[in-house]
C-alpha cells in the first residue's frame, strides 16, 4: 500500500514547499470557513463529529477534550493508515511489520509499575487506569522523525491525571516510560539494533503538561497492538519516538535518563527531539513531512511547524534554552 520506502529522506524542490504564510493563511480561511459553517453546511469539517468507528474492536467512548489545543482541523489519517503502517520495532522495523506480528501481544492482564520518586509507588491494573479519569478524545498530528506525519484521534487522559495520585517527591525531575519485553510474544527483539526494553523519558513539566497524553483508543476503540495496546504515550509537538508504546513501568528520578534512540544513535537523537523544523537530522533536513495516507505520486510535502504546530501551548516550556543544543 505504501511504498514509500525513503521515508522522503530526499531533499524537497522548492516548489513542494507551501510558504509557511500562504499556509497559515489557508488555514485561517479553513477555520473561518468552518466557524461559518457551525450553523448548518460542510458537516464534514464543521461539527468535528466524532469519528466513525472502524468496528474492529472494542469500543471506548470518550467525550469531547477541554484541553487547549486538543484538537486539530487536519484532516484525520485514514484508520487502515493509522494501523498499518507503524513503528514498533519489538514486532519489526519494516512499517508492515507492526500489523503483521502484534496480534500475538497479550494485553490482558496488564499492569503498570510505578516506581522511584513517588510517596505512592505501586502496580496499577489496566482496569484501574480505565477508570482513573474521563476519557477524552483529542485529535493530534503525530510527526516521526523520518519526516512523516499521520493525524489521529486518540482516546486518553492527561497523563497528569495519573502523576498526581502517585505524588511525586521533590527529587522527581524525570518520567521515564518503559516498554514491555517479552521474547515470546516479540519477535523483533532480536534484531532491530535497540537497547531493549524501549525506554523513553521526558522532563517533569513535560509530563505533567495537559497536552501529554496517556493513550488507551483511537478512533473510538481501544488501542489496537500495532499502535501500543492496552496503554501508551502521546506528546505531541515531539518525535514520534518519544511516544512509548504498550508501557508496563513508569519511573519518577532525579537524573535525566539515556533513552533507546539516544543510546543507539546518539548522535542523531537527542534527549529533548521536540520537533523543530529548523533543526535538521544530520542526514536528512526536518523542514518538510508527508502525511502519511496522501502520499502518491503527486502529493505536495507540507512544511513542518514549530513544535508540531503546538508552540503556543508548549513554545514557554523552553524559554531560554537553546533548541539547537538541547535537540
Ligand atoms: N515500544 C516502542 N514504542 C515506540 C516505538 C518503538 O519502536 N517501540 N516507535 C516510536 C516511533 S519512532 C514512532 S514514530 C511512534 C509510531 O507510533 P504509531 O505506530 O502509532 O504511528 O511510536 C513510537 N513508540
Ligand atoms: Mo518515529
Known sequence: MHLLKDHGFAHPIASEITPQAVYAQRRRLVQGLVAGAALGALPSLSARAQPARPGKLAALPAGRSAV??????????????????????????????????????????WTVAIEGEVKKPGTWDLDTLLKLSPMEERIYRLRCVEGWSMVVPWVGYSLAELIKRVEPTGNAKFVQFVTLVDKAQMPGLDGGGLDWPYVEALRMDEALHPLTLLAFGLYGE???????????????????????????????VEKQPKTSWEVAIPSEYGFYSNVNPKVDHPRWSQATERRIGED?????????????????????????????KFY
Request: net charge positive; proline share 8%.
Open 68 to 109: 487547549a489545543g486538543a484538537s486539530t482541523m487536519d484532516k484525520l489519517t485514514p484508520y487502515v493508515d493509522v494501523t498499518t503502517y507503524n513503528n514498533f520495532y519489538e514486532f519489526g522495523t519494516d512499517k508492515s511489520d507492526p500489523a503483521r506480528n502484534a496480534g500475538r501481544l497479550k494485553t490482558r492482564p
Open 296 to 324: 502518491g505520486l503527486f502529493a505536495k510535502k507540507r512544511p513542518t511547524l514549530m513544535f508540531n504546530g503546538y508552540e503556543p501551548q508548549v513554545g514557554q516550556l523552553y524559554a531560554g534554552m537553546d533548541l539547537k
Open 222 to 252: 481501544v488501542l489496537p497492538n500495532q499502535n501500543g495496546a492496552p496503554l501508551r504515550l502521546v506528546a505531541p509537538w515531539k518525535y514520534g519516538f518519544k511516544s512509548g508504546k504498550s508501557i508496563v513501568k513508569i519511573r519518577f
